[in-house]
């Protein structure tokens, strides 16, 4: 495939072209615990996924900027100061040629990671394939969200690489309101898809992150497939109450006192009893500190209430940050999932 702008890292001397295929070496190739991810963002997924003793190997997104912070968090000498589990790993492919799920198949997915991680990729290898298609025209934070937009077909495809690759396990990361009145035909074609699945168990449930160690009151609509060989049923890991001690966002920020959505409500809640609200992408959110002064969060602080502290993202515009922390999967929810597939479902043993 021709590549553009490509650069070239002096300190390795490794070409690479951030604009469409990006490559971050992975050190054991023979992990056993291989996952997939499409509509990847910023990799919340992923990291949480890595979390739990996956390996991430290859990742995907249209948005072309996913892939600058995927580039900016390569590991690429030992002097490396981002945290391991934040920084980036095998492919990404990024961009509207190489990244969009409707441009391609699982033969595509094969031939990347042939070719730059020499691997080869047959169909049932993956453990977990997992991905969110966009949800801002389902979601009830979206003013202007449309019961026909085109990203609501995006799953589709989605599930026909899921049918094409044969992983154990797969995910799908959507908005609740998916299940609302507006959208009841998309969410019947949804399940019209699932049941042709025939290798294929599948069901639903919605989970909030704070219920699993997050830092945000964020529920989540999380559909999970089981391949039928497996022999084992559909389940998903309990939900707990939320340990205030560590994730009210006051023991996370202690100069904020108070907190608000912004968007839809004036609500006004306690920064040191409650867990942050939802992050939005539009960055809605105020903090008031001990004056009662209102202020936007700082980015800083955003990276702090998505468990992403260290990340670097210097370079990308303000609303593309905001955009991909407001849009991720939180990683204790993804760690929590990943841990209850390895030991209920894969029956790995640590």
């Not at 469409?20 to 997939?36: D, G, M, R, T, Y």
């Not at 992050?279 to 800083?300: C, H, L, N, Q, W």
């Amino acid at each position: 495939m021709k590549q553009k702008n490509t650069k070239t890292n002096s300190a390795k001397n490794i070409k690479y072209d951030y604009k469409e295929i990006l490559v971050a070496q992975i050190e054991n190739l023979k992990h056993q615990l291989l996952v997939a991810s499409f509509f990847s963002g910023v990799g919340g997924f992923d990291k949480g996924a890595r979390r739990a003793g996956f390996q991430s190997i290859i990742q995907s997104d249209w948005e072309i900027k996913t892939g600058r912070a995927f580039e900016q968090n390569i590991p690429w000498d030992s002097n490396c100061n981002i945290h391991e589990l934040l920084q980036s790993e095998g492919i990404f492919l990024a961009g509207k040629r190489t990244g969009d799920i409707t441009k391609m198949n699982f033969s595509d997915i094969q031939k990347y990671v042939k070719d730059h991680l020499k691997l080869i990729l047959s169909p049932g290898d993956l453990s977990v394939i997992i991905g969110g298609p966009p949800c801002q025209d389902y979601s009830k934070c979206n003013n202007h969200r449309n019961i026909n937009g085109w990203r609501n077909q995006l799953i589709f495809p989605y599930l026909r690489m899921i049918a094409a690759a044969k992983p154990k396990v797969a995910l799908v990361e959507q908005v609740p309101d998916v299940l609302c009145e507006k959208f009841f035909h998309i969410w019947c074609r949804i399940k019209l898809e699932l049941n042709t699945m025939k290798d294929y168990i599948w069901d639903y449930r919605i989970m909030n992150a704070m219920n699993y160690g997050g830092r945000q009151n964020r529920k989540r609509l999380i559909i999970m497939l089981v391949r039928r060989d497996l022999g084992v049923p559909v389940s998903f890991p309990e939900p707990t109450s939320p340990d205030l001690t560590k994730v009210a966002v006051q023991s996370l920020l202690p100069d904020v006192y108070n907190f608000s959505p912004g968007q839809f409500s004036d609500d006004i809640k306690s920064a040191k009893d409650n867990v942050f609200c939802t992050m939005t992408a539009t960055g809605s959110e105020y903090f008031y500190g001990i004056d009662g002064v209102r202020r936007k969060p700082t980015m800083k602080e955003r990276l702090v209430l998505t468990e992403l502290e260290g990340l670097n993202l210097k370079g990308i515009g303000e609303t593309a940050q905001k955009k991909m922390v407001g849009n991720m999967v939180q990683l204790s929810l993804s760690e929590a999932l990943f841990n209850h597939i390895k030991r209920e479902i894969l029956k790995v043993v640590d």
